[in-house]
């Protein structure tokens, strides 16, 4: 079992529509959560970062992590066709040096 | 403010060849990782480099290795290249927030085994 799962979709909406995306982990020393987003063919970009549980906002992009159940979240409102690519969860135990451990990614297509 | 930056950017090699990849992190950071990450996965856990020292290493044979600069650039080694090498290997550099340690990754080199 892979320690942070994600569905590889691909999850295609319409432009205007609500992303959600999901994963889920199971390192329980897991504290600090990541989303990146990634082009294709290109480097991982980072779009949030949350500690602990709790939510976290940024603009369109809402991140949401829930420890007790080990559920990591991140919603995109008003989503563009920019907004197609792969999101990539992450988790680290936030220590200096701590690796990071990735889900697979998701694929999204926001069609116009 | 250059991000990280990483050389070169497609790369093909033969089986049983060498290769040196290399990346200058972002301005202000310290520490360096890799990352293998093979077509529709994820990114997956080489080693990280500090102060010129392997930190951490995922579970990566020998044949990988690494080295940091003084002026903490990075290169990764790759020997006796296999087919299942073939990938793109990213470069994330961190230390500014050492509470999290978030990690900002370049471009990636794409490596091609034939």
């Known amino acids: 079992q892979k320690e942070v799962e994600q569905d590889p979709g691909p999850l295609s909406v319409p432009e205007g529509a609500i992303v959600s995306l999901n994963c889920t982990y199971s390192?329980?020393?897991?504290?600090?959560f990541m989303w990146y987003r990634q082009y294709s063919r290109k480097g991982p970009e980072l779009l949030m970062y949350?500690?602990?549980?709790g939510n976290k906002e940024d603009g369109r992009f809402t991140a949401q992590v829930d420890k007790s159940s080990k559920y990591i979240s991140l919603f995109i409102r008003d989503s563009q066709p920019s907004d197609s690519a792969t999101y990539l969860c992450?988790?680290?135990?936030?220590?200096?040096?701590?690796?990071?451990?990735f889900g697979g990614g998701t694929r999204v297509l926001v069609k116009p | 403010d250059a991000g990280v930056t990483q050389s070169p950017t497609h790369l093909i090699k033969t089986r049983g060849q060498q290769v040196t990849l290399r990346c200058s992190p972002k301005?202000?950071?310290?520490?360096v990782s890799w990352y293998q990450q093979a077509l529709g996965q994820g990114p997956q856990f080489i080693f990280q480099?500090?102060?010129?020292?392997?930190?951490q290493r995922g579970n990566f044979p020998d044949r990988f290795s690494g080295h940091q600069f003084p002026n903490y650039s990075s290169e990764l080694n790759v020997n006796a290249l296999l087919l299942g090498d073939s990938a793109l290997y990213l470069c994330?550099?961190?230390?500014?927030?050492?509470?999290?340690?978030?990690?900002?990754f370049g471009p990636g080199t794409r490596l091609t085994v034939l």
């Open positions: 949350t500690y602990s549980s």
């Open positions: 992450a988790s680290t135990g936030g220590a200096a040096g701590n690796k990071l451990t």
């Open positions: 301005s202000g950071h310290d520490t």
């Open positions: 480099y500090y102060e010129e020292e392997e930190r």
């Open positions: 390192n329980s020393a897991f504290q600090y």
């Open positions: 994330a550099s961190s230390g500014v927030d050492r509470a999290t340690d978030t990690q900002y």
